[in-house]
């Protein structure tokens, strides 16, 4: 986990605007992940939506690989707009480096009413200071169980489900997905090599750096599995394979604003196919 720890250190803001965009503008999900995103964030808000319509009048968050805090910040600006009285949010991630990142972009947030916003360097692996049953809605997106060995698996999910009362979303690299380099366009790699025997992934950028770290890919049912054991499963399903391997060719996907959803609905018909 050191090697990971590192890369993302290194990495700093730059993996930011790689991830997530421009980030002053958090909800604008206009990036090269943009469908997934949206996709994601409408799960987060409903969830949200539903704890608030149920009479909850404060929320407990919780967000377990954060980067550098996105996501996270978005759970607690919409919170807030919901009508949330009390909303006590924690972070952590394993790149000292990003949670800085992360603590510079909650200042705004967390100046908000009745907001506790905290990000802390913490390893996923190891065991959640939270208690029992404490929080609303826990997070663990994109890469961060990818990166974890996954002999640890079982643990880790045992682990996030004490914690958890409410709900659990989590999002992982499958068997299938497109070549990603983590930190920055895959336009940018001379060489990649994914070892699915090893779980290990080596990346060549162009500027010289050498990357190597631990990397699974996850099928369906392997993930259902991991998380069965602890959770009622709601859903499960593929966000974006066939959405990014097109995602940077105008030609087949032309710039559209986020309300736009007729590109959304053509290719969740196709899921259905």
């Given amino acids: 986990m050191n090697d990971v720890a590192e890369i993302y250190n290194q990495a700093g803001d730059d993996y930011v605007s790689y991830a997530d965009g421009d980030p002053s503008q958090p909800f604008a999900f206009d990036g090269m992940h943009a469908y997934a995103d949206r996709c994601v964030w409408a799960v987060l808000e409903k969830k949200l939506t539903d704890l608030r319509a149920s009479g909850a009048s404060s929320v407990r968050l919780l967000d377990a690989g954060c980067g550098p805090g996105t996501w996270l910040r978005r759970l607690v600006v919409r919170a807030h707009a919901l009508g949330f009285s009390g909303i006590t949010a924690r972070g952590f ?8 990142q ?18 802390d360097v913490a390893d996923l692996a190891d ?8 929080v609303d809605l826990t997070l663990c997106l994109y890469s961060a169980l990818s990166h974890l ?36 366009s895959i336009e940018k790699v001379r060489r990649l090599k994914q070892d699915h025997v090893r779980d290990r992934c080596e990346i060549d950028l162009s500027d010289g750096r050498h990357m190597a770290f631990g990397f699974h890919l996850f099928t369906a049912a392997e993930l259902q599995d991991h998380f069965a054991g602890c959770f009622d499963i709601e859903d499960l ?23 736009d959803g007729q590109l959304a609905d053509e290719l969740a018909l196709q899921l259905l196919f």
């Fill in 127 to 134: 065991r959640l200071p939270e208690s029992d049953a404490s």
């Fill in 149 to 184: 060995p996954v002999t640890r698996l079982p643990e880790i999910s045992k682990e996030m489900a004490r914690v958890t009362s409410g709900y659990c979303i989590t999002t992982v690299r499958p068997i299938g997905s497109i070549p990603t380099a983590f930190v920055d």
């Fill in 93 to 100: 991630d394993i790149a000292q480096t990003q949670i800085q």
């Fill in 237 to 259: 399903r593929g966000l974006d394979l066939f959405h990014s391997r097109f995602m940077p060719d105008s030609r087949w996907n032309p710039v559209s604003p986020p309300g």
């Fill in 102 to 119: 992360a603590r510079l972009a909650a200042r705004n947030p967390s100046s908000l009413p009745g907001v506790n916003l905290t990000f």
